[in-house]
């Protein structure tokens, strides 16, 4: 099965900062990888496919980029509501595996 | 707009079953692969099953082959989890997705488990 481990676990930061989350697969994955956001209480959200495909209606301060097993989620100009939860999950073969999830959190 | 809505989840004793359904609207359900993903209380997602837009082909995790059945009903837009012999480590919200890649996910259904 594929591992995917997500750096850091979480993280504080400040409204208008811009944040980097790290993704990593245990093997190669080409680019069949998918970041989420979970807000509390509520369900996840797609924000990118593909690595650093867009998901629609997706605001343009969320990117994405990598391939292979390193892949990271930028968020620029952090906004109130970006404080959230992120996952990334790779769909290259089965098992479909998450990684542990990035919780960032208000400085 | 795609919406999924789930049900059937509920509180259930342990060794019980139950089926949950997933209704979905908003988009042409027939050609989509469609997932089942849960999340334990304060826990991270977990990939449950996939099942391909014919109903054909169905993937499992590992560690819940066997209690766990994924199906679809392509005419009734809907999309189902029959779960067998429920532990206590079955409690979670239940979502159903759509792709694999989890391009639309409903709001899930809580299953907890306990005597």
């Known amino acids: 099965d594929i591992q995917m481990t997500q750096s850091p676990s979480s993280l504080s930061a400040s409204v208008g900062d811009r944040v980097t989350i790290t993704c990593r697969a245990s093997?190669?994955?080409?680019?069949?990888l998918a970041w989420f956001q979970q807000r509390p209480g509520k369900a996840p959200k797609s924000l990118i496919y593909a690595a650093s495909t867009l998901q629609s209606g997706v605001p343009s301060k969320f990117s994405g980029s990598g391939s292979g097993t390193d892949f990271t989620l930028t968020i620029n100009s952090l906004q109130p509501e970006d404080f959230a939860t992120y996952y990334c999950q790779h769909y290259n073969s089965y098992p479909l595996t998450f990684g542990g999830g990035t919780k960032v959190e208000i400085k | 707009e795609v919406l999924l809505v789930e049900s059937g989840g509920g509180l259930v004793q342990p060794g019980g079953s139950l089926r949950l359904s997933c209704a979905a609207s908003?988009?042409?359900?027939?050609?989509?692969?469609l997932s089942w993903v849960r999340q334990a209380p304060g826990k991270g997602l977990e990939w449950v099953a996939s099942?391909?837009?014919?109903?054909?082909?169905?993937h499992y995790v590992d560690s819940l082959k066997g209690r766990f059945t994924i199906s679809r009903d392509n005419a009734e837009e809907s999309l189902y989890l029959q779960i067998h012999s429920l532990r206590v480590d079955d409690t979670a919200v239940y979502y159903c997705?759509?792709?694999?890649?989890?391009?639309?996910w409903g709001q899930g259904t809580l299953v907890t488990v306990s005597s």
């Open positions: 093997q190669g994955i080409n680019n069949y």
């Open positions: 997705a759509v792709d694999v890649s989890g391009s639309h």
């Open positions: 099942i391909n837009q014919d109903g054909s082909e169905e």
């Open positions: 908003g988009f042409t359900f027939n050609t989509h692969y």
